[in-house]
């Protein structure tokens, strides 16, 4: 079956960073669009960064030149570099793994907590 699986996750003080990881297991990791979300408590899921099978990437506005996403087709894996961060950054950090025609699949969420 298909398994997203996060890690990274911690606590860390404002102007730190964090690299989260996500591997997948039980897709052709190259033909899906990654992507990284959050969702704050109280607050909806949202968009955070996305990395498409065609190498485009997108970011949302509030992370734009403070996070960089990546993916290694070969470990299956795909990362969020988080530098400069904020308190406003303190999330669940999800992964999705999106294909057209197919049903998303996402992962289980990792704390991100940013504060002194």
């Known amino acids: 079956q298909v398994q997203l699986v996060e890690s990274g996750g911690g606590l860390v003080q404002p102007g730190g960073s964090l690299r989260l990881s996500c591997a997948a297991s039980?897709?052709?990791?190259?033909?899906?669009?990654m992507g990284w979300y959050r969702q704050a408590p109280g607050k909806q899921r949202e968009l955070v960064a996305t990395f498409t099978s065609g190498d485009t990437t997108t970011y949302a506005d509030s992370v734009k030149d403070r996070f960089t996403i990546s993916r290694d087709n070969a470990k299956n894996t795909v990362y969020l570099q988080m530098n400069s961060l904020k308190p406003e950054d303190t999330a669940v950090y999800y992964c999705k793994a999106s294909k057209v025609f197919t049903i998303p699949y996402w992962g289980q969420g990792t704390q991100v907590t940013v504060s002194s």
């Open positions: 039980g897709i052709i990791f190259s033909l899906y669009t």
